[in-house]
Structures are given as structure tokens and as C-alpha cells.
């Protein structure tokens, strides 16, 4: 069976220094990668989608990148961060026509 | 631009009653809808779709409702029980190329299921 791993899952960042959330997919090949936020009082919004390796789509201008160095790796990072990147990131797969199945989220709060 | 809305935050239900949870869109190129479900803490959970040449699909205490002329879609969970209480998140996939891969959804809607 397919499952999806996230870290971690909690983490308290200062404003201005870098950002690496991981998320790795077992059990199926070539999946569709996601990388959603989901902030406070708002729904989920999609940052990034991958269809393959070195393939990334950005759906909104940030201060974020994502990159998929391995067909079921997906990361999330950043140079330096904002106040505005809080939230609940969240991962998630898809393929052979399933709905999207998603990590447990990390929490990042930025001080 | 929200393109799918859900206008309640909360909603309160009884054990045992009906729960009916609400969802418009406005993107007439969304072909697939489907439901999710959140837990505090945890990532969403996949609970049930349906395609647009459908109006209704049903799997258990679970049934969603489409309405492509109004274009709204509605879950239905009967009987509620106080495992059910959660966010649902009902999510839009268009056909165009830009929303292809990726699912639209609304902000939420808090159930609690009281005893």
C-alpha cells in the first residue's frame, strides 16, 4: 500500500533563516506531488505541483521554491522567512486516477 | 479568487440527525468534486467524490449531491455520530490545463456532532 511521510511535523523557525520540509511517498511510482498551506482562518491553497523529477509548477508568487531531486521526493524550502510563511504545510499524492492522499502537515510558526 | 466556497465555518448537529454540509463554485470547468475530512493535527482524509455526469453518489452514511446548474454540491452524512465531528473540505478539479493536477478548495466547515 501507498504511504506518505512528512517532517516534521512541528517547527519554530526565526524570521529570516531557512526553510527544508521533506516529504517522501512510498509504495507507487512517478506520482503527482503537492505542496499545500494551509493559513490560519483560510483553506487550503496550493503552492507547488511536480509530475516528475526536476518538474515544478508554482501556482502563487512567494518566498518559497519547492524541488524534486527523486521520483518520490518533494521539498519544500526557503532562503529566508517571512512572518506571512506560518501556517500548516501540507503534502500529498496522486495518481492512477486516485484522489489526492495527503501527509499529517507540519506546523511551522515563525518568531 | 475563492472558486469554491464553503459558506459555513461551523455547523452543529445532534447525534443521530443529518448533517448537511455546503459547497458552491464558480469554475463551470470543474468536472470532479470530492469531500475531505480533517482532523486537529492531521493531514486531510479522502471521504468521497463524484463526477460531474453524476448528480449523487452514496457510500455508507456518506452521500454527496450535485447540483451542475446551481452549481453546488452538498454532503449529506446520516446518522451523525460524534466520530464525524471534523473540518470537511470539499475540493473542485477543473479540465483546463491550468487546474489539471490540482484540487480547489474552500475554507472549511466545522461539524460537531453533539451526544
Redesign the interface.
Known amino acids: 500500500s501507498q504511504t506518505i511521510h512528512?517532517w516534521p511535523?512541528t517547527l519554530v523557525q526565526p524570521v529570516g533563516s531557512p526553510l527544508s520540509l521533506e516529504c517522501t511517498v512510498e509504495g507507487t511510482s512517478n506520482p503527482?506531488l503537492?505542496w499545500?498551506r494551509q493559513a490560519a482562518?483560510?483553506?487550503?491553497?496550493?503552492l507547488f505541483?511536480s509530475?516528475g523529477i526536476g518538474q515544478i509548477?508554482s501556482?502563487v508568487p512567494q518566498n518559497l521554491s519547492a524541488s524534486r531531486p527523486q521520483d518520490r521526493q518533494f521539498i519544500l524550502s526557503s532562503k529566508k522567512l517571512l512572518l506571512s510563511d506560518s501556517g500548516f504545510y501540507?503534502c500529498?499524492w496522486s495518481g492512477g486516477g486516485r484522489?489526492?492522499?495527503?501527509?499529517?502537515?507540519t506546523?511551522l510558526s515563525i518568531l | 479568487d475563492q472558486q469554491v466556497k464553503q459558506n459555513s465555518p461551523s455547523l452543529s448537529v445532534q447525534e443521530g440527525r443529518i448533517s448537511i454540509l455546503n459547497c458552491d463554485y464558480t469554475n463551470s470547468m470543474f468536472d470532479y468534486f470530492l469531500w475531505y475530512k480533517k482532523y486537529p493535527a492531521e493531514g486531510p482524509t479522502f471521504l468521497i467524490s463524484i463526477s460531474s455526469i453524476k448528480d449523487k453518489n452514496e457510500d455508507g452514511r456518506f452521500t454527496v449531491f450535485l447540483n451542475k446548474s446551481a452549481k453546488h454540491l452538498s454532503l449529506h452524512i446520516v446518522p451523525s455520530q460524534p466520530g464525524d465531528s471534523a473540518v470537511y473540505f470539499c475540493a473542485a478539479k477543473g479540465r483546463d490545463s491550468n487546474s489539471g493536477y490540482a484540487l480547489n478548495f474552500g475554507k472549511g466547515t466545522s461539524l460537531l456532532v453533539t451526544p
Not at chain 1, 41 to 46: A, D
Not at chain 1, 99 to 105: L, M, S
Open positions: 512528512q511535523a503527482n503537492y499545500y482562518g483560510r483553506g487550503l491553497q496550493l505541483y509530475v509548477s501556482e501540507l500529498a484522489p489526492q492522499h495527503f501527509g499529517d502537515g506546523r
